[in-house]
Each structure stands twice: as structure tokens, then as C-alpha cells.
């Protein structure tokens, strides 16, 4: 079965560091996202990526954040310079069309120290 | 504004009981959709159940089934015979349409973690 691959699962960074987080989306969906989950808390939207372009983003997403999709087939999301408050896990997801349910992958826990 | 209402934070129960998770949701659009979501504690995000603003038939499959009340903006989710292995964070979502957003744009409640004891 297709599914949304995430990789690192578990990433550890000093504050002030770079960070990139990589998605490989289900290779016929057309429309990418990036979700954010604090610890204990609510899953956040980040950020709609469709067409090689942001679609629509959260307030949460400023300047620090940005989104790529390098290639045909990975989508990354990077922070420019992290803070402890950064510290989450980072959902990436998947849908086909504006008509279906996203899928989403196993997330990347990142921890800024 | 949208908004997703998850009032348990927390249930517990014995094995084989069964188990109604409450979701309220709030929006001003008259096409929306309404999913559920399950994080066991591997972490990752479980897609259960879509249903869209037009289809108020309840849903059932397998242990599962989902209420769907338009009148009382209530989409909620019971789990008959409730097994160990349903113990996760249950997650009530709603994306709307009419804004022009596309479909995963999903506004999340807060969750609720089921325990099911043996």
C-alpha cells in the first residue's frame, strides 16, 4: 500500500541551527502539507503546497519556515533558525485532489536542545 | 471560524466495553468535511473515517461507527467491544471547502486518549 515516507524520525539540533526535514509524498498525489504537533497538544497546519507553490499557509509559518519540492518526488520543510520552541513532531501529508482525505507519514520528532 | 471541540481528554475503559468519543465542530461553510484520525503511541497519524457536510448517514465499519448530527454540529465516534490494541490518541478533524482551501487543510480538536485496560 502507497504511504507518505518521513525521514529523519528523530532529529536533534542545537538552537540557531538549520533543520530539514524530508518528505516523500505518495507519488500520484498532487497537493502536499506540513503539520506540526507539539507535545501533548493539537496537530497545527503549517503549510499547502500545490503546483510548485505555497497554496496557503498558517500563521505559524513565518519567515523562518519555507517549503521545497526539489525533485519529483521529496518535499521538504526548513527552519532556518531553530528555537527550543521548534521542538515537535513535524507531520508531512498527502492528497490526491481537493476531493480526498490527505494520508499522512509517521513524522519527524525534532528536538532543539 | 473554524473549530473542533474534543470535550474528553481523557477515557478509560475495560476491555470490551464499549466507548463514545465526542466531537462538536464549528464552521461557517456549508460544505465541509469531518474525519477522524488515530495516533497510537508509534506516533503516527491513522486516517479512519471522511464524511462530507451533505451525508448525515451514520457510518459503520467493523467495531467502529460514527454519528453524524448536522442540527447539533456533533460528528461523533463509538468503538463497540473496545480491544486492548484501540488504546491511541483519537483525533476529530474538520476541513472546510467553500474558502477555496484545498481539502488537507484540517483543523484538529485537542484529541482524546483512549485507554483500554484487559
Known amino acids: 500500500e502507497p504511504e507518505v515516507t518521513q525521514t529523519p524520525s528523530h532529529q536533534v539540533t542545537q538552537m540557531g541551527q538549520e533543520v530539514i526535514l524530508r518528505c516523500v509524498p505518495i507519488?500520484?498525489?498532487?497537493?502536499f502539507y506540513w503539520y506540526r504537533q507539539i507535545l501533548g497538544q493539537k496537530v497545527e497546519f503549517l503549510v499547502s503546497?500545490?503546483?510548485?507553490?505555497?497554496?496557503?499557509k498558517s500563521e505559524i509559518f513565518d519567515d523562518q519556515f519555507s517549503v521545497e519540492r526539489p525533485d519529483g518526488s521529496n518535499f521538504t520543510l526548513k527552519i532556518r533558525s531553530t528555537k527550543l520552541e521548534d521542538s515537535a513532531m513535524y507531520f508531512c501529508?498527502?492528497?490526491?485532489?481537493?476531493?480526498?482525505?490527505?494520508?499522512f507519514g509517521q513524522g519527524t520528532r525534532l528536538t532543539v536542545v | 471560524a473554524q473549530k473542533v471541540t474534543q470535550a474528553q481528554t481523557e477515557i478509560s475503559v475495560v476491555e470490551k466495553e464499549d466507548v463514545t468519543l465526542d466531537c462538536v465542530y464549528e464552521?461557517?461553510?456549508?460544505?465541509?468535511?469531518l474525519f477522524w484520525y488515530k495516533q497510537p503511541p508509534s506516533g503516527e497519524l491513522v486516517f479512519l473515517i471522511r464524511?462530507?457536510?451533505?451525508?448525515?448517514q451514520n457510518e459503520i465499519s467493523g467495531r467502529y461507527s460514527w454519528n453524524f448530527q448536522k442540527s447539533t454540529s456533533s460528528f461523533n465516534f463509538t468503538i463497540t467491544a473496545s480491544q486492548v490494541v484501540d488504546s491511541a490518541v483519537y483525533f476529530c478533524?474538520?476541513?472546510?471547502?467553500?474558502?477555496?482551501?484545498?481539502?488537507?487543510?484540517?483543523?484538529f480538536g485537542r484529541g482524546t486518549q483512549l485507554t483500554v485496560w484487559p
Open positions: 507519488s500520484n498525489h498532487l497537493y
Open positions: 503546497f500545490y503546483n510548485n507553490e505555497i497554496s496557503e
Open positions: 464552521t461557517r461553510d456549508t460544505t465541509y468535511y
Open positions: 478533524a474538520l476541513s472546510d471547502f467553500d474558502r477555496g482551501s484545498t481539502l488537507g487543510r484540517l483543523y
Open positions: 501529508a498527502s492528497n490526491l485532489g481537493e476531493n480526498t482525505e490527505a494520508f
Open positions: 464524511r462530507n457536510s451533505f451525508d448525515e
